[in-house]
Every structure is written in structure tokens, then in C-alpha cells.
């Protein structure tokens, strides 16, 4: 391949907004990208024949049959567009020879959607909100609490964690944080471990990665632990949770509500319209149904710059990653 000759990368489940940057991008990377809205699957695996390196969307599962498809068909990279892993499955990727690396994209975008979750369920925003738009404007039967009032647990404190926990310091409120790697940052949080930190909090916030290890980190045992009254916010994974177990103690009315922009389950319902069709999963249609759980799906990440970042740096890793293989010269 020459020095004037572009890359051919598959991209596979682009919306129409990133199918735009990658138009815009490739070019000056020197890569021609075939596009297309569908998942990646074993059906579609010939799409990238020709391509070393594929990106592929974290909205549905990569099931072994069509990782070992994209092998027969020469792919030796997949990059996701996200920072979660729990689509796909690594350690067997590695084992037909296939590399998986996730993207880096700017963590401010579910930092700021952390924040405001926390605050609108601190403020009963929903049920605010709904009385609203039917033109009833009477104060709410529930008073709000403020931030500095209350004691927040962080639990992960990766580059995400990391950013909440600067926001949260511009509110004076008391931080804990739980990390299996604590950073070393006096004065920004205490960092204690998973069950103190529930137990003393007012409010927990998820920025863990979902992994066996971490799968129903939040099980019926460790809710239970948890203060009379306090809120869940979770912008990690659906899996971190054990939604029947969460939803059993927000019905109890001991807990005083969660917000969730990620649900075990919302798979083939989040991103997709389901207003004529009969919903599945029966734990979102019972959270939905409650006043004190807030619910969204999977947006916390969808910023200008948050895409700008993904988009990109899928491309670039693509490129390293044949650049280390030396199949492409410099």
C-alpha cells in the first residue's frame, strides 16, 4: 500500500451523527470507511473484508459467531465506540487472534448528566415536571434537599468518577469514594470501603465498569445496607444493579428514589422507538412506573464533544493499531 492510498475501516451500527464525523474525519486520516447503520453480525461480517480493523457501537452484543465470521474474514482489531467492555467478549476475541480496545472520549459529558440526575432526584423533578405540563403549578408534597447537606459516595474513580468528584467539591457536600485503585487526592474525597461507604451516604453514584466481578455490585444485601431514604444514580451499566432488588426497596418506600440512565435489560428498547410495540422488560415498566425513580436512556454520554472525541480516536486507534503491525508504512 502507498503512501496515497487510504485505509479501509468498517464501521458498523453508525447513527446518522456519527456517520457525519466519520465522513469528516476519515479523509485527513487517510481512511475510507464503509458505514453502516446495522450491528455488526455474522450476517454482515463480508462488509469489512478488506478492513484489518473494524469499529463497531456498544449498543448490541457481539456474539462469538460473528467475532469468529470477522476473523475468517481477516479483521485483527475491533474498536468500540465506548469505554464499556460488557457487549463483547474479550478474553475469546483474544483467542482467535482478534484485538478489542475501547475509545477514550471526554468524561465531562456523563459527568454533567451525573450531576443533573442527582440534583433532579433531590428536587422531585419528574413528578415536578409532569404535574407541570398538565397545568397544575401547586408546590410539591416533597420538600428538596440540598447538596451541601448531604453525604455523597462515588464508587469508581476513573476518569468519570474522577470528574464527578470535582463537580461535586463545588457544592460543599461531604464526599466518599470507593475505587479498588484509589487515586491520591487529599482533601477531594475519603475513600473507604464499598459498605461504609454505603452505609454513610445520603446519595451513591456508580462509575464502576461492569465485569463479573462487578456485575450486581448494588445486590438485595448490600441495597439493604444502604441509609433510610437514600438515593441511587447510576450512569455506569444496567448490570451494576440488581433492578428487582432496587425495585423492591424504592415500592417499600425505603429508599427515597434512583436515577437511572442505564437498566439491566434495556438492550433492543433503549434506542429504538417503542411507542406502538409491547414493552418487554417488565422491571423498566415497573420503574417507569414509579414517582421515585427517574429514568433515561443511555444519553448521559451523547454530547457534541463526547461524539467528536469517539469518533476520532476509533479511527485513530484503527490506525495504530496497523501502523504496530507495520502493514501500513509511516
Sequence with gaps: MTHSEKAHIAVYGCGPDEAVLFRELAPGLGVQPVITDAPVSEANSELALGSRCV?????????????????????????????GYNHIDVEYADSIGIVVENVSYSPDSVADYTLMLMLMVLRDAKAIVRRTDMHDYRLSEVRG??????????????????????????????????????????????????????????????????????????????????????????????????????????????????????????????????????????????????????????????????????VENSLTNCLTFRKQESAWPD
Design 145 to 310: 434537599k440540598e447538596l451541601r447537606d448531604l453525604t455523597v459516595g462515588v464508587v469508581g474513580t476513573g476518569r468519570i468518577g474522577t470528574a464527578v468528584l470535582d463537580r461535586l467539591r463545588g457544592f460543599g457536600c461531604r464526599v466518599l469514594a470507593h475505587d479498588n485503585h484509589p487515586a491520591d487526592r487529599p482533601g477531594v474525597a475519603e475513600y473507604v470501603p464499598l459498605d461504609e461507604l454505603l452505609r454513610r451516604s445520603d446519595v451513591v453514584t456508580l462509575h464502576a465498569p461492569l465485569t463479573t466481578a462487578t456485575h450486581h455490585l448494588l445486590d438485595q444485601q448490600r441495597l439493604a445496607r444502604m441509609k433510610d431514604g437514600a438515593l441511587v444514580i447510576n450512569t455506569g451499566r444496567g448490570g451494576l444493579i440488581d433492578t428487582e432488588a432496587l425495585v423492591h426497596e424504592l415500592e417499600s418506600g425505603r429508599l427515597g428514589g434512583a436515577a437511572l440512565d442505564v437498566v439491566e435489560g434495556e438492550e433492543g428498547i433503549f434506542y429504538a422507538d417503542c411507542r406502538d410495540r409491547p414493552m418487554e422488560s417488565k422491571a423498566l415498566l415497573r420503574l417507569q412506573e414509579l414517582p421515585n425513580a427517574l429514568i433515561t436512556p443511555h444519553t448521559a454520554y451523547y454530547t457534541d464533544h463526547a461524539l467528536r472525541d469517539t
Design 55 to 83: 469499529s463497531i457501537s456498544h449498543k448490541t452484543p457481539v456474539t462469538h459467531a460473528t467475532l469468529r465470521a470477522l476473523g475468517r474474514v481477516g479483521v485483527g482489531y475491533i474498536s468500540t465506540r465506548s469505554i
